[in-house]
Nanobody, 121 residues
Framework: QVQLVESGGALVQPGGSLRLSCAAS????????MGWYRQAPGKQRELVAS???????NYADSVKGRFTISRDNAKNTGYLQMNNLKPEDTAVYYC???????????????WGQGTQVTVSS
């Protein structure tokens, strides 16, 4: 079994910063891509940023220059540093990871439970 647990969501004023964490635990052999998604009320879930096991990153246009994705492979943990937050960044943020478990010769995607980010004055 694999679990992803996000943390770090909060209420923050416009222009503020937050750092989200995603800790993966369980019977993990390796993790390839990790990503952060978000879903605002009434909208579809969208990809915010992703990172490969080698450190290559990809960002949605709306967050480029403001958000930074990173990971600590030794800790099976991913991060999303969010700076200059805007009200339109308000959403539930979800972590996603492609995980290979021990004794399983395939990668499967797992989701965290989500963490709320609210940007408001």
């Amino acid at each position: 079994q694999v679990q992803l647990v996000e943390s770090g969501g909060a209420l923050v004023q416009p222009g503020g910063s937050l750092r989200l964490s995603c800790a993966a635990s369980g019977s993990i052999f390796s993790i390839s891509a990790m990503g952060w998604y978000r879903q605002a009320p009434g909208k579809q879930r969208e990809l915010v940023a992703s990172i490969t096991s080698g450190g290559s990153t990809n960002y949605a246009d709306s967050v480029k220059g403001r958000f930074t994705i990173s990971r600590d492979n030794a800790k099976n943990t991913g991060y999303l540093q969010m700076n200059n937050l805007k009200p339109e960044d308000t959403a539930v943020y979800y972590c996603n990871a492609a995980v290979r478990r021990y004794s399983v010769d395939a990668f499967n995607r797992y989701w965290g439970q989500g963490t709320q980010v609210t940007v408001s004055s």
